[in-house]
């Protein structure tokens, strides 16, 4: 499941910088170039990978808009290779900040109960049953 689509960095960052960001690839018109796909998916392999140790992922439908976000910065990122401005590596930055809080849970995403991974609940230990007891060593 994808967190953001090309529709959705459009819509943030506008046809023509996409436009641009295609060009270098030699995509025909009307086609959509594989490096979007590959950024959009590297965006979304680094946001499971940040929650997996708090949230079911992928993260249901609807997707949160602040993963939306999250999302198309990485990816735009990505998609600038070297050529990257200040700004576009500063929101990057922020998104990964972002992430890291979410992991840490100084954010929560807005999911049903069931969805979370242990959401809100914080670290938990299980400890294997306990071997040694007073009764288990009578006798030794």
Request: glycine letters at 8%; a negative charge; hydrophobic letters at 50%.
């Amino acid at each position: 499941m994808a967190y953001a689509t090309l529709a959705d960095l459009i819509d943030r960052f506008g046809a023509d910088e996409l436009d641009d960001l295609a060009r270098p690839h030699q995509v025909p018109e009307g086609e959509t170039a594989p490096a979007f796909a590959a950024a959009l998916a590297a965006a979304d392999a680094e946001i499971d990978a940040a929650l997996a140790g708090r949230y079911a992922v992928p993260v249901p439908e609807p997707v949160p808009t602040l993963l939306v976000d999250i999302a198309c910065d990485i990816a735009r990122w990505r998609l600038h290779d070297t050529s990257a401005d200040e700004m576009v590596t500063e929101r990057a930055r922020v998104a990964r900040a972002q992430l890291r809080m979410l992991a840490l849970g100084q954010l929560t995403l807005p999911l049903p109960a069931a969805a979370g991974g242990g959401a809100g609940v914080g670290p938990r230990h299980v400890a294997a049953p306990v071997v040694f007891t007073p009764d288990s060593l009578r006798g030794l």
